[in-house]
T-cell receptor, first 112, second 115 residues
Framework: DSGVTQTPKHLITATGQRVTLRCSPR?????VYWYQQSLDQGLQFLIQ???????AKGNILERFSAQQFPDLHSELNLSSLELGDSALYFC???????????FGPGTRLTVL | GDSVTQMEGPVTLSEEAFLTINCTYT??????LFWYVQYPGEGLQLLLK?????DKGSNKGFEATYRKETTSFHLEKGSVQVSDSAVYFC??????????????FGKGTRLHILP
């Protein structure tokens, strides 16, 4: 158990819908990262937050957004969902830069 | 940009065989290198890491040495077990001139160990 929790574990929805994925980092970790794992693209970095502020952006679509709240939990919002958004979404946390990232168990999103 | 290339799988070995999974990287700065493992139905776990040239990371019988001259970080284990069956990801994190510390992953190598 890494100490990072993600909810829900599974999510099934339809095209065009909007969903919110939630991540609680390990106690004391200020950085939260979101990654997408799909069969064709592999594991890709989406976005990073540090202590409530966006710090880095990767291959995140404009239909996707994220935020980190004062209690340091983070949410990833996916809207206007397409079939190709079906993937495993991982959250990771770390104390700060250059520190080990601890990964949550992931949320499996299926878009029908 | 930075990238990681690792050998494609699946790799199938018999128990107690020697394992090598090749990994090479491209980076502009001074990356830290990692191997992560993903067991079926689970998230990623850090297996080992190395933060500078010639460092050797080791854990659970797995080893990898940071070779700057060949830009490689090959994963090895002398005697694999059925329980080692998983997907292995080589990865790097390169602060370089930027401040972000995202991890860049290879595509993963599925390892299947036969009893």
């Amino acid at each position: 158990d890494s100490g990072v929790t993600q909810t829900p574990k599974h999510l099934i929805t339809a095209t065009g819908q909007r969903v919110t994925l939630r991540c609680s980092p390990r106690s004391g970790d200020l950085s939260v990262y979101w990654y997408q794992q799909s069969l064709d693209q592999g594991l890709q970095f989406l976005i990073q937050y540090y202590n409530g502020e966006e710090r880095a952006k990767g291959n995140i679509l404009e239909r996707f957004s994220a935020q980190q709240f004062p209690d340091l939990h983070s949410e990833l919002n996916l809207s206007s969902l397409e079939l190709g958004d079906s993937a495993l979404y991982f959250c990771a946390s770390s104390v700060g830069a250059r520190n080990e990232q601890f990964f949550g168990p992931g949320t499996r999103l299926t878009v029908l | 940009g930075d990238s990681v290339t690792q050998m494609e799988g699946p790799v199938t070995l018999s128990e107690e065989a020697f394992l090598t999974i090749n990994c090479t990287y491209t980076a502009t700065g001074y990356p830290s290198l990692f191997w992560y493992v993903q067991y079926p139905g689970e998230g990623l776990q850090l297996l080992l890491k190395a933060t500078k040239a010639d460092d050797k990371g080791s854990n659970k019988g797995f080893e990898a040495t940071y070779r700057k001259e060949t830009t490689s970080f090959h994963l090895e284990k002398g005697s694999v077990q059925v329980s080692d069956s998983a997907v292995y990801f080589c990865a790097l994190s390169d602060l370089g001139m930027n401040r972000d510390d995202k991890i860049i992953f290879g595509k993963g190598t599925r390892l299947h160990i036969l009893p």
